[in-house]
Nanobody, 121 residues
Framework: QVQLVESGGGLVQAGGSLTLSCVAS????????MEWFRQTPGRQRELVAR??????TYYAAGEGRFTISRDDAKNTLDLQMNNLKPEDTAVYYC????????????????WGQGTQVTVSS
């Protein structure tokens, strides 16, 4: 069963940095797009950044401050966040859209449990 586990959230002052990590497990052959989303209370979950299987990246938020990266040998996804702002405060979620696995075939749309990022002013 494909599972995603995030880590690296915490409390940081404005201007500080955090690196979020996500590990995917579950007898995985390959993963297509990997993404970071974030959500604040009362708002819809929003895309932060996406990285494709070829390494191409897209930033919906934090461009110039955030860097998304992946290690396919380890099935990990990172988000380096610099110059954090109070408006970056949210629960951050790892998401994968299509995963090829050994025993389950192709599985779709898996989410991690989220990690809280709080930026104080």
């Amino acid at each position: 069963q494909v599972q995603l586990v995030e880590s690296g959230g915490g409390l940081v002052q404005a201007g500080g940095s955090l690196t979020l990590s996500c590990v995917a497990s579950g007898n995985i052959y390959s993963i297509n797009d990997m993404e970071w989303f974030r959500q604040t209370p009362g708002r819809q979950r929003e895309l932060v950044a996406r990285i494709g299987s070829g390494g191409n990246t897209y930033y919906a938020a934090g461009e110039g401050r955030f860097t998304i990266s992946r290690d396919d040998a380890k099935n990990t996804l990172d988000l380096q966040m610099n110059n954090l702002k109070p408006e970056d405060t949210a629960v951050y979620y790892c998401h994968v859209d299509r995963v090829a696995t050994v025993y389950e075939g192709i599985v779709y749309d898996r989410w991690g449990q989220g990690t809280q990022v709080t930026v104080s002013s």
